[in-house]
């Protein structure tokens, strides 16, 4: 079994003097143990978005976009515009950035905390994916066939003409996936807090679909038989008490039924849609 790592640590990028606030670079290429099998990416970064993209390729291809004046040190951008002692900034401040292969997993390792980093990455198109972002940045997703596992905190999850099985959840953001084709027998859910959860199916979509918006509706244009919401009864028997709920989740099968689809938001609406 084949290991690979690769590291960027205190890389100084000159670019003559500083003067755009963000800069594309191109940082490594990661082969695969396993080139003509399927593999997987993990990625979990603090702070930027996160952009993959299947192409007709046997690497993973990373680049990045690194932005002056991001971050979480207040006061850091301030101290950053100051020239010291009358001389100018040539440099943008290091990078470390690093990547591990094993078995056509691949891991990338953003430890870049203090700026905003958007990641750039182009995978082979039977890949599954594992990424996640908190701040100020979005995820998107375009053309992957595997298993996605999606999370954002401060932004919107975007996949386009993907195929396979999706969990997706963000907080504060807007959830969109396109299916080209689904996995068959696989559960997902599709989840947001503050934003609108839609979700393009194939029409042949066999589900179980279980549905939920606290502050807005559910639409469908599938010809979705909807059960009846029967109130949830729990008695207890040692103390005697007898408690009913009644809640508002809907329920129903698409073509018969088929595995669970779990779709969540607090505060947006719900569109469950047939291409």
């Known amino acids: 079994m084949k290991k690979y790592s690769i590291a960027l640590?205190?890389?100084?990028?000159?670019?003559?003097?500083?003067?755009?606030?963000?800069?594309?670079?191109?940082?490594?290429?990661?082969?695969?143990?396993?080139?003509?099998?399927p593999g997987k990416l993990i990625v979990n970064q603090i702070t930027g978005s996160i952009q993959v993209e299947a192409y007709d390729g046997k690497e993973v291809i990373v680049k990045a976009t690194v932005s002056e004046?991001?971050?979480?040190?207040?006061?850091?951008?301030?101290?950053?515009?100051?020239?010291?002692?009358?001389?100018?900034?040539?440099?943008?401040?290091?990078?470390n950035i690093g990547a591990e292969e094993d078995n056509n997993v691949v891991r990338i390792q953003n430890e870049l905390w203090n700026k905003k980093t958007d990641l750039y990455i182009k995978v082979p198109t039977d890949f599954s994916l594992k990424?996640?972002?908190?701040?100020?940045?979005?995820?998107?997703?375009?053309?992957?066939?595997?298993?996605?596992?999606?999370?954002?905190?401060?932004?919107?999850?975007t996949l386009e003409s993907v195929s396979g099985s999706v969990l997706a959840n963000t907080t504060n953001g807007e959830l969109k996936v396109t299916f080209n084709s689904i996995s068959s027998g696989k559960d997902m859910a599709f989840s947001s807090f503050n934003g609108d959860v839609e979700v393009?199916?194939?029409?042949?979509?066999?589900?179980?679909?279980?549905?939920?918006?606290?502050?807005?509706?559910?639409?469908t244009d599938f010809d979705m038989a909807v059960?009846?919401?029967?109130?949830?009864?729990?008695?207890?028997?040692?103390?005697?008490?007898?408690?009913?709920?009644?809640?508002?989740?809907?329920?129903?099968?698409?073509?018969?039924?088929?595995?669970?689809?779990?779709?969540?938001?607090?505060?947006?609406d719900i569109m469950i849609k047939s291409r």
């Open 200 to 219: 393009l199916f194939p029409k042949s979509l066999k589900a179980n679909v279980k549905a939920k918006s606290d502050m807005g509706d559910v639409y």
């Open 131 to 157: 990424l996640k972002t908190i701040n100020d940045g979005d995820i998107t997703v375009e053309g992957v066939n595997g298993e996605m596992e999606i999370s954002n905190i401060n932004g919107h999850i």
């Open 69 to 95: 004046g991001h971050g979480h040190c207040d006061g850091c951008g301030d101290r950053k515009s100051e020239s010291k002692e009358g001389m100018r900034k040539i440099s943008t401040s290091s990078l």
């Open 9 to 37: 640590i205190a890389c100084f990028l000159s670019f003559g003097f500083l003067t755009a606030q963000e800069k594309e670079i191109d940082l490594f290429s990661v082969p695969l143990s396993n080139p003509n099998s």
């Open 227 to 268: 059960s009846k919401n029967e109130p949830q009864v729990d008695k207890s028997n040692s103390s005697g008490k007898y408690r009913v709920k009644l809640e508002q989740w809907v329920k129903g099968t698409i073509n018969g039924g088929g595995p669970e689809m779990l779709f969540k938001t607090f505060n947006g």
